[in-house]
């Protein structure tokens, strides 16, 4: 009787949180979202929804496997589902920001990178990842660093930047039951900020434009990682 009692608490936990997705709770303001959109679902809902002006900056075409002009395009799809405008959508392909394990990325060009996207379309907030990348993807890392060179060598700028807090694997796997561990982790952490996404069906289905790599374990993923439902912010002091 003991595993009936733990199942059916566990499953009333996770329809609890489900209805705090769906039941819970306008800006002029520029916001640049640099990394990979599949963690930052809930952010990209929230600012689409209050009329912020959203731009992506993805750093690389995905090519490790020789496939970058397809998931491009994917990509683009994946953008349309999110409300996201194509011409706000700055895809590079250069040579020496190639995706793949074990790639350095030169922290002094993405700084360059970062400051022509934020001078071209004056942007006043940026959110990328934070120093562990949430998988600890070194090309993930390797962005946090150059988002932090840009903004120690622009300290005179009026720009915010907020880090996407990377979670343990238990957390990072509970689904929706990750927004009430947030809720408690942000009362110990003031200066964190938690978006719920209230659309996560948007997420499974911008994610499912990705046909080239929408295969059984990415679909599971989507389902049950905590990054579908929940972002967790924190500030980025240089």
């Known amino acids: 009787m003991a595993w009936l009692v733990v199942s059916l608490s566990l499953i009333v936990i996770w329809v609890a949180s489900l209805c705090k997705v769906f039941f819970g709770g306008t800006s002029n303001s520029r916001a640049a979202i640099i990394g990979h959109g599949k963690f930052f679902s809930p952010v990209i809902n929230y ?5 912020y002006n ?55 060009l993405l700084t360059e990178v970062i400051e022509e996207e934020v001078t071209k379309h004056d942007i006043h907030t940026i959110i990328t990842f934070d120093n ?12 946090h660093r150059g988002v932090l060179n840009f903004l120690q060598t622009n ?5 915010k930047a907020w880090e996407l807090v990377s979670l343990n694997i238990f957390r990072k796997y509970c689904g929706p039951v990750d927004i009430w561990l947030s809720i408690l982790s942000d009362k110990k952490h003031p200066s964190k900020v938690i978006i719920i996404n209230e659309q996560p069906w948007k997420s499974f289905k911008a994610m499912a434009q990705h046909l080239s ?15 579908t439902y929940a972002n967790t912010l924190n500030r980025i002091i240089p």
């Open 132 to 143: 562990h990348g949430v998988s600890g993807h070194c090309n993930h890392r390797d962005v």
């Open 47 to 51: 600012l689409t929804s209050n009329a």
């Open 155 to 159: 300290s005179g700028k009026n720009i």
């Open 213 to 227: 790599q929408w295969v059984w374990f990415r679909k599971l993923f989507v389902s049950f990682s905590s990054y």
């Open 54 to 108: 959203l731009h992506m900056l993805c750093l690389s075409t995905g090519n490790a496997d020789g496939m970058g002009s397809i998931r491009k395009d994917e990509l683009h799809q994946a953008c349309a589902v999110l409300k996201i405008s194509l011409q706000q959508l700055r895809v590079l392909d250069h040579p020496n920001l190639q995706d793949g394990f074990g790639k350095v990325w030169s922290h002094d």
